[in-house]
């Protein structure tokens, strides 16, 4: 009996695994766009990303992340290349997003791979519109082209200020010590509708989606 009691306290022994706390930040770049529907023509919006992350690993594999973070998202008119060069409509949309993700890693002591994943809600911040011409009445620029063309979203404002969504992301760490740098590939997928969405508005849909590629540093508290 006693014999099989040691071995039970060393098995569960060989299994405990100390709890770390990880305190950092990452900041980088964003490309952007919304979903519509009905659809709207346009391309990716450069933005930029930075903010301070929190993150507590307690299994070998497995851990969580908690980050704010101040980011921008929108969308770039696409005018088509007839138009490319006369007209120029820019949105940016800055949000502070608080995501909770589950962190998986695996690797050797001084180099891991990781995956993200996780919800995330955030809160607008700001909304600016840089455009080279009078975006509240384009029917009426010269040369404009609104035919075959939405143009209700140039003016539109921003109807919820909260929007929340999906992110997962994928990177690389290195460990020097109580310190590590990474770099990650992110994804987010907005759920919430930035224009109102009943049927008789506009849009059905007005989501946000971005792809962020930053650096980051942690630093290892406990």
């Known amino acids: 009996m006693s014999l099989m009691l040691c071995v039970a306290v060393g098995a569960v022994a060989q299994r405990s695994y100390d709890p770390h706390f990880w305190i950092g930040g990452?900041?980088?770049v964003t490309m952007s766009r919304m979903e519509f529907a009905p659809s709207v023509k346009q391309s990716m919006l450069p933005g930029k990303t930075a903010g301070i992350s929190l993150r507590y690993t307690e299994e070998k594999l497995f851990g969580l992340i908690g980050e704010i973070v101040v980011t921008q998202r929108g969308w770039r008119e696409d005018f088509g290349d007839d138009y490319r060069d006369?007209?120029?409509?820019?949105?940016?949309?800055?949000?502070?997003?608080m995501p909770i993700l589950t962190?998986?890693?695996?690797?050797s002591r001084k180099v891991k791979c990781f995956v993200n994943l996780g919800p995330s809600v955030s809160y607008l911040l700001g909304d600016k519109i840089k455009a080279d011409f009078d975006y509240m009445n384009p029917d009426d620029v010269n040369g404009f082209p609104s035919r075959y063309r939405r143009t209700e979203q140039l003016s539109l404002d921003v109807h919820n200020k909260f929007d929340?969504?999906?992110q997962a992301g994928a990177g690389c760490e290195m460990f020097f010590g109580r310190?590590?740098?990474?770099?990650?590939?992110?994804?987010y997928f907005g759920l919430g509708s930035i224009f109102p969405?009943?049927?008789?508005?506009?849009?059905s849909s007005s989501r946000g989606t971005s792809v962020m590629v930053t650096l980051g540093y942690y630093f290892k508290v406990k």
């Open 164 to 166: 929340y969504g999906i």
């Open 197 to 203: 969405s009943h049927k008789s508005d506009t849009f």
């Open 86 to 97: 006369q007209f120029h409509y820019d949105r940016t949309l800055t949000y502070i997003e």
């Open 179 to 187: 310190h590590s740098v990474f770099i990650e590939g992110r994804y």
């Open 26 to 28: 990452r900041a980088g």
């Open 103 to 107: 962190h998986i890693y695996f690797g």
